[in-house]
């Protein structure tokens, strides 16, 4: 009997998320036939679903964890516990208009349609956070007041200000305009699809990354919450590894304090004698960005250096979800 239900999403971070559960440990099979996936843990349940459901569904205790975006929790509102930044599916979301269009900000857009009596129309997958944002904006509170913006669905209206209609958007939101929309709300990873679209970014609202999040209720399951924890060490494990190198090295004796104080490491590095006297074995786990500092040090101190990239670094220290219970 599974004791954790897990959801994982489909569509553009999918094949990431499946990547990255394997890289930690967890076999994968069934994938392409069906979104209900078999992993090497039979304690944990898989089903695949789209990452806008995922925040909704996790908080109502349809499923006890989730892959989904931080743009999605948002989006819905949903209280659910955030337990790890996965740090895939890296977007930026932005507001983007017709490069002919004048307008260097958003602030500026929305001024001059206030001020000319046009109505402002936007599309986007998002509509409560783009109406949150606009009525952020300085040059929308001076407009228009506290007033919603009209969001607009094949089956629903609310929102009493028409002069800002928010238009739900389907998919290909950077086709819409300029006929049908003066302007998106829309993510991007580098601006390059909305540039061969002919549109230009004013405005970025924030930036998103997938996310592992928790049904509160779950978290207070002690058998849940054990499943749990082992699945954030796995994650981590992998998160953590991608920014590390696991070195070895070996150095003589006379060099070898020289070496150890300028070699960085998680706690402290492992030295082993050789089978030739007077040299060591050295071998520590460092940070990437430290690699390229320390090279020409390695060069003049020791000899023989092998990098590996680690594919888990696990924290074996308790993973903490008491601030969660």
Not at 98 to 111: G, V
């Amino acid at each position: 009997m599974p004791t954790v239900k897990f959801a994982v999403p489909k569509g553009s971070i999918e094949e990431v998320t499946f990547k990255l559960l394997e890289q930690a440990w967890q076999h994968v099979s069934g994938r392409g036939r069906t979104y209900r996936v078999k992993l090497g843990d039979p304690e944990i349940d898989v089903k695949i679903l789209r990452p806008q459901e995922i925040p909704t569904y996790v908080q109502e205790g349809f499923y006890d964890v989730g892959i989904t975006g931080r743009d999605w929790i948002l989006e819905a509102k949903a209280d659910v516990e955030v337990l790890l930044d996965l740090e895939i599916g890296r977007v930026k979301q932005v507001i983007a208009v017709p490069s002919s269009f004048p307008y260097k900000s958003l602030d500026e857009m929305i001024a001059d349609f206030a001020k000319t009596g046009r109505t402002l129309r936007v599309s986007s997958e998002y509509l409560t956070t783009t109406s949150m944002h606009l009525k952020s904006n300085a040059a929308y509170k001076k407009a228009y007041g506290n007033a919603d913006p009209m969001i607009i669905t094949p089956w629903l209206r609310v929102g009493e200000n028409k002069k800002v209609e928010i238009f739900l958007s389907f998919g290909a939101t950077e086709a819409k305009p300029p006929e049908d929309v003066d302007a998106i709300f829309d993510i991007t990873e580098t601006g390059t699809t909305l540039a061969q679209n002919n549109l230009k970014i004013i405005d970025t609202v924030a930036e998103s990354t997938a996310v592992l999040v928790a049904n509160k209720k779950s978290l207070k399951d002690q058998t849940k919450r054990e499943k749990i924890a082992d699945m954030i060490a796995l994650l981590r494990g992998v998160v953590d590894g991608r920014k590390k190198l696991h070195i070895f090295v070996n150095v003589k004796k006379e060099n070898l304090p020289k070496l150890l104080k300028e070699l960085p490491a998680l706690k402290r590095p492992t030295v082993s004698p050789l089978s030739e006297d007077g040299w060591f074995g050295v071998n520590t786990v460092i940070d990437k960005n430290e690699f390229i500092r320390i090279v020409p040090k390695m060069r003049k101190l020791a000899q023989g250096l092998v990098v590996l990239e680690p594919k888990q670094i696990l924290p074996l220290d308790e993973i903490n979800l008491d601030g969660y219970s």
